[in-house]
């Protein structure tokens, strides 16, 4: 297939664009879908112009300006950096296209491309960035600044740069499961003493972060939820709390919260203090537990520790795949999943799809800790024992023919295309 390309001179770029030459060039796949292009001297950060990018009122749309630079390390990390405003835009998170497309020696693709995906509001322009490392073969990169399917859109790109950053570090965590099934107790305290005796039990070194399973105060009891249910902060989270200071571990853990008339499905986080961090209100709710007095929750937060981002799940929750997949937009980089019982290849999907860490503690469903391919790196299979794992949060996961799903999920995940609500009139 024939490229349809346009050869530019120099697009002037203040510093810090740290790019040896200044020739830019034009790509397009054909003519009928060329953006308009040109290089604006009224709109910069500071510099002579920037490169611009219209939709010119073409649906089809999609291409813009692309950069090579040589005396690319395999192997070696990069950081690419770039500044961009926007008007007409509606939804930049996927029609602004910032990438680096890896060439080898011959000019081929080596490797798959990078979806650059971070970014911070600067004043009037928008900071996008992402480390990444040059694959196996590559000698080149070629910046793409691209923008996609916005016929009504422009875009303006300055102050772009590529250049060496130190690898990252290892970012390894400790993270431990409990597999337990108390039975014939008479209180939720005696039901958390139980999981705590089993945690000293099974997993007794160092943790950053701990998971006992769902409704832990009321497994085995026979107590209804409603009455089982207390207050968050309230009794539960204070002894979870000098759990999590004397194992400096963040604990998570399934309860039922109550507040005013409503009685909660709730995971609480603590973190290495003791001081509640967070809590998750299942938002899915099965039939058995409307019946049973609960009322489901209605966001999905993120939350950030001392060693990354982290979300909440509880049990039905993932026969649905908005809850994790709104977590993982946020930037969360694992899951806890306190379950009762639940889909094994759901929970498996899950994982993939979203590039996450899956840590499950469950009754009916397996205990384990899944890595971002969905394979199990540690699996608690007995009453009474622990899925422990050291994981690295820094490795990341690639796949040959798709590259980085992570990265592309962050810009191709398509939010502007409304899901119906289920509606069948025939």
């Not at 968050?232 to 507040?259: F, Q």
């Not at 908005?322 to 094994?344: H, N, R, T």
Request: hydrophobic letters at 40%; aromatic letters at 10%; one cysteine or more.
């Amino acid at each position: 297939m024939k490229l349809f390309l346009f050869l530019v001179a120099a697009a002037a770029f203040a510093e810090p664009a740290r790019i040896e030459s200044t020739s830019w060039r034009v790509w397009s796949q054909r003519e009928q879908t060329a953006p308009k292009t040109y290089i604006d001297h009224t709109i910069t950060r500071g510099g002579k112009g920037s490169l611009a990018v219209s939709g010119n009122s073409n649906i089809a749309v999609h291409g813009g300006w692309e950069h090579t630079v040589s005396g690319i390390e395999a192997g070696k990390w990069y950081r690419f950096t770039a500044y961009y405003k926007s008007q007409g835009v509606r939804y930049p998170t996927w029609q602004i296209v910032p990438r680096v497309d890896w060439r080898d020696g011959a000019g081929k693709r080596a490797g798959q491309p990078d979806y650059i995906y971070k970014t911070k509001q600067e004043g009037e322009w928008t900071k996008t960035w992402l480390d990444i490392p040059a694959p196996e073969r590559a000698t080149e990169a070629v910046l793409q600044l691209f923008l996609s399917n916005a016929p009504g859109g422009t875009v303006w790109w300055d102050d772009v740069s590529l250049e060496p950053v130190p690898a990252p570090r290892e970012r390894k965590i400790r993270v431990a499961s409990i597999n337990l099934r108390p039975a014939r107790l008479k209180s939720r305290e005696e039901n958390v003493e139980r999981f705590i005796s089993a945690l000293d039990q099974a997993a007794p070194g160092p943790m950053d972060i701990i998971l006992f399973p769902e409704g832990m105060t009321v497994v085995g009891t026979g107590i209804p939820y409603v009455q089982v249910a207390e207050p968050v902060p309230g009794p539960t989270t204070a002894r979870l709390g000098r759990l999590a200071r004397d194992r400096h571990s963040y604990v998570v853990a399934g309860l039922y919260e109550r507040e005013g008339p409503a009685v909660y499905n709730t995971a609480v986080l603590i973190d290495r203090e003791g001081r509640l961090a967070g809590r998750y209100r299942k938002v899915y709710l099965p039939r058995e537990e409307y019946e049973a007095g609960l009322t489901p929750g209605g966001e999905y937060p993120v939350f950030d520790t001392d060693f990354g981002r982290i979300g909440l799940m509880i049990c039905y929750d993932v026969f649905y795949t908005d809850p994790a997949k709104a977590l993982a937009a946020q930037g969360a980089e694992m899951i806890l999943l306190p379950i009762w019982g639940g889909d094994e290849t759901l929970a498996k999907a899950r994982a993939i799809e979203n590039r996450i860490f899956l840590v499950t503690s469950g009754y009916d469903h397996p205990t384990y800790i899944m890595d971002p391919d969905g394979e199990r790196v540690a699996w608690a299979r007995e009453r009474g024992t622990a899925a422990i794992a050291t994981i690295d949060l820094n490795r990341r996961y690639t796949q040959q023919f798709l590259g980085d799903m992570r990265n592309r999920r962050m810009k191709e995940q398509r939010t502007d295309v409304p899901v119906p609500a289920p509606r069948v009139d025939r």
